[in-house]
């Protein structure tokens, strides 16, 4: 019986080896000091070592693939493993066996006994240095893109303008050219918004607070409004429960937020409607809020849980504006994200929405590129 | 202000000659220049009151032409205001930190408001007690 079971288990463990041995991340496993104890075939097929030279040696040293980062990147991530005793994750740069430098995802789990005492640790990478250029380019090139589509749109914008101010011409004429104008004016915004999701999706935002009076910028945005309101007959009421907010906070993040969340209550809400803009903070509040409000056509209820998805649009306001891009509320949930804030919502079908924007009165500086987790 | 002397270095044609004819208009002097190397000559044949200064361009890119200018005595003290497009935010901060004066996003502006700024900056720097507003601020809306 014993034997049987002996067997069996030995098979199983067999088994499971065999996968480990040929599956495609590379795997290693090493002693509480660091000491490889074995790795998979495609450790070695990922930094060029035969699996024999690693067998002995400490992991993230210059002896193997390892020792590229700063000595306080493995400081640290020794203090997490070995301390803390908790997983570490991050990107890592590391170099094959041939010279050739690499970026890895790198995940690291100290494996505890009854005890709490580390037994060994598991390292497992994935080579991402192709998606990471991937990305790089797609990035650059929405980015040149979008610069090169918009010198030849300032273009039109400008020679437009100048014939309205220049030339005679007669009313129709003149329509017609202001046609052109605003149809220019929608595509710069587009290609404004693309470029938006482009940078968000590439974690290449730079977020740099800066002061700002939050009633006056506001009120400023307001104003740039004004056309849109009045054709549609729209009330729009701004109230603030301080005379003056002042934060620090990432202008073009914030104005993401406040664009996003006012062109949508005027564009889904119906002639006469009404828009209530509220911003207000409590004494000794680390935080403001900012709501919007309106009497709008709403969100479905079916739908209310995905709205801040990418690409998404309430079937109500596909029919009611075929146009749309989708894109509004991720922007306005990622800049959120981005300043350390909360957004939520709620809405009734047909009735109107009030969207809350939650952010600290001091968002913290953020550099490009996605840091370590 | 009438007559301040104005050199717009910027590669694309039309965008350079509506700006050449509007400014013209509000009584700026204006002079034109469609690359960098060609830009930095004209500065230093013309002495401008004002540099407006393009960043992606042949020959000498802006930052090349704004580190020259800044790094020669008799340029130094030229005001430059770079014209960028939306969403080069490090291009800002890098011109910026190479010493120009503001920004003005292109793209972003009707051409007269762009000429408006100019004259606010004019009038700035005739009033040096007045609140050093950035243009900036209001270039970002």
Redesign the interface.
């Known amino acids: 019986m014993f034997k049987w079971f002996l067997k069996n288990y030995i098979l199983d463990l067999e088994k499971f080896k065999e996968a480990v041995d040929h599956t495609s991340d590379h795997i290693i496993f090493t002693d509480p000091k660091g000491t490889i104890l074995y790795a998979n075939e495609a450790a070695s097929q990922m930094t060029g070592f035969l699996v024999k030279e690693m067998i002995g040696k400490k992991a993230g040293t210059t002896d193997l693939w390892g020792g590229q980062m700063s000595k306080d990147f493995y400081r640290k991530m020794w203090q997490t493993i070995a301390v803390k005793k908790k997983h570490f994750t991050g990107e890592i740069v590391n170099r094959r066996k041939n010279g050739e430098k690499y970026i890895a995802q790198v995940h690291v789990s100290p494996i505890l006994d009854g005890q709490g005492n580390i037994q060994f640790f598991v390292g497992i990478e994935r080579d991402i240095t192709k998606m990471k250029e991937i990305i790089r380019l797609e990035t650059e090139f929405i ?1 040149t893109a ?2 090169q589509l ?2 030849p ?3 039109i ?3 437009a ?2 014939l309205l ?2 030339e005679k011409l007669s009313p129709r004429g003149q329509t017609y050219l202001q046609d052109i104008h605003r149809s220019v004016d929608r595509l ?1 915004s587009l290609v ?1 918004t693309l ?2 999701v482009s ?1 968000l999706d590439g974690a290449k935002i ?1 977020i ?1 607070p800066k002061p700002l009076e939050a009633v006056a910028f506001i009120n ?2 307001i104003k ?1 409004c004004k056309p849109l309101l009045a054709k549609k007959k729209l009330i729009l009421n701004f109230k603030h429960s301080v005379r003056v907010l002042a934060c620090k906070t990432d ?2 993040a914030f ?1 993401n937020i406040v664009q996003s969340l006012l062109s949508n209550a005027i564009e889904y809400t119906n002639p006469a409607g009404q828009i209530t803009v509220s911003l207000s903070t409590r004494a000794g509040s680390k935080k403001f809020l900012l709501a919007v409000k309106d009497t709008g056509i709403g969100i479905p209820k079916a739908e209310q849980a995905m709205i801040f998805e990418k690409f998404t649009r309430g079937s109500n306001a596909k029919l009611m504006k075929t146009d749309g891009t989708g894109l509004g509320l991720y922007i306005a949930r990622e800049s959120t994200k981005l300043l350390g804030g909360k957004i939520w919502f709620a809405s009734i079908e047909g009735e109107g929405s009030i969207f809350y924007v939650q952010l600290p009165l001091q968002a913290r500086a953020k550099r490009g590129e996605k840091g370590l987790t | 202000m009438a007559n301040q002397k104005i050199i717009i270095v910027e590669d694309d044609e039309i965008l350079a000659r509506v700006l050449k004819e509007e400014l013209e208009e509000s009584g700026f002097n204006i002079d034109l220049a469609s690359d960098g190397e060609a830009g930095l000559k004209l500065i230093a044949d013309q002495r401008p009151d004002l540099v407006l200064l393009d960043l992606l361009m042949p020959k000498k890119n802006g930052f090349q032409v704004l580190e020259e200018l800044k790094s020669k005595p008799v340029s130094a003290d030229i005001p430059v205001i770079v014209l960028t497009m939306l969403g080069h935010d490090e291009d800002i901060k890098k011109g910026l930190k190479l010493g120009a004066s503001d920004y003005i996003v292109k793209s972003q502006h009707a051409v007269a408001e762009i000429v408006e700024k100019i004259q606010n900056f004019f009038g700035q720097e005739q009033h040096p007690e007045a609140k050093p507003a950035r243009l900036s601020d209001s270039a970002q809306k």
Do not use: A, F, Q
């Open positions: 980015s979008s610069h918009r010198t749109l300032t273009g914008k400008w020679v303008e100048r101010k220049v710069s404004d470029l938006n940078r730079i740099e400023d945005y740039e202008l073009s104005r």
